[in-house]
């Protein structure tokens, strides 16, 4: 018994002393560049000036849409050439996700069109 509590008190105040170590430095770093992400934010705002629904739609929309098909792009070039290997064989269902042929996906898409 004491041995547990000395393991569990000695890794709990390791981890709070890590925790306010992690918290002291990221205050010092946000403090440092709170400025500059202030300044970057009011630089847009100025750019849009009275018209910040337009910037709400791109913000809401299209920034999203553009980080969703870069990742999806990069899976999607993987999925059709098997290449680089180093992603695909990390596949869950092995020998199922092959690539797919050219006239395989341009019947595919064909069909998703219908």
């Given at each position: ?25 990221l205050q010092r770093f946000w403090g440092a560049s709170g400025c500059f992400w202030q300044a970057q934010w009011e630089r847009l705002l100025s750019i849009f000036e009275e018209k910040e629904w337009i910037l ?59």
């Open positions: 018994m004491r041995r547990t509590a000395f393991i569990l008190g000695s890794g709990l105040l390791l981890l709070v002393a890590f925790w306010n170590s992690v918290t002291w430095h709400f739609i791109l913000g809401t929309t299209q920034v999203p849409i553009f980080v969703f098909w870069s990742c999806s792009g990069l899976l999607l070039v993987v999925d059709t050439t098997g290449k680089p290997n180093f992603i695909s064989r990390y596949r869950i269902q092995v020998g199922k996700n092959n690539p797919a042929g050219q006239t395989q996906l341009h019947q595919e898409m064909e069909f998703s069109r219908e």
